[in-house]
Nanobody, 125 residues
């Protein structure tokens, strides 16, 4: 079982930056890749970025590539993993609820195994 808790959302002006983080804990910490999804009002969940557990390769949606670098760190005692999404040059169309999820990198939202509660990101002047 995994627990995922997001933080760091908020309101930012177009062109600004925001960092969202996801703290992951649980007994199966190393078994899943950690990725980010978002859901804008009236739209389906969209895969944003993830890091493959097996290869360490990163995946980015075309809409965020070059703007949203993803990172992952693990605590010294190995009990917690933190994934962070540094969102730069934000646009109004980036407005959404951002979720982290544990599962297979590149897989759909429904195919992930565990999900966080989400954090709202609003880009507006």
């Amino acid at each position: 079982q995994l627990q995922l808790v997001e933080s760091g959302g908020g309101l930012v002006q177009p062109g600004g930056s925001l960092r969202v983080s996801c703290e992951v804990s649980g007994i199966t910490l190393d078994y899943y890749g950690i990725g980010w999804f978002r859901q804008a009002p009236g739209k389906e969940h969209e895969g944003v970025s993830c890091i493959s557990r097996t290869s360490g390769s990163t995946y980015y949606a075309d809409s965020v590539r070059g703007r949203f670098p993803i990172s992952s760190t693990i605590s010294r005692d190995g009990t917690k993993k933190t994934s962070a999404l540094q969102m730069n040059r934000l646009k109004p169309e980036d407005t959404a609820v951002y979720y982290c999820a544990a599962g297979s990198c590149g897989g759909s939202w429904a195919s992930q195994r565990f999900w966080g509660q989400g954090t709202q990101v609003t880009v507006s002047s």
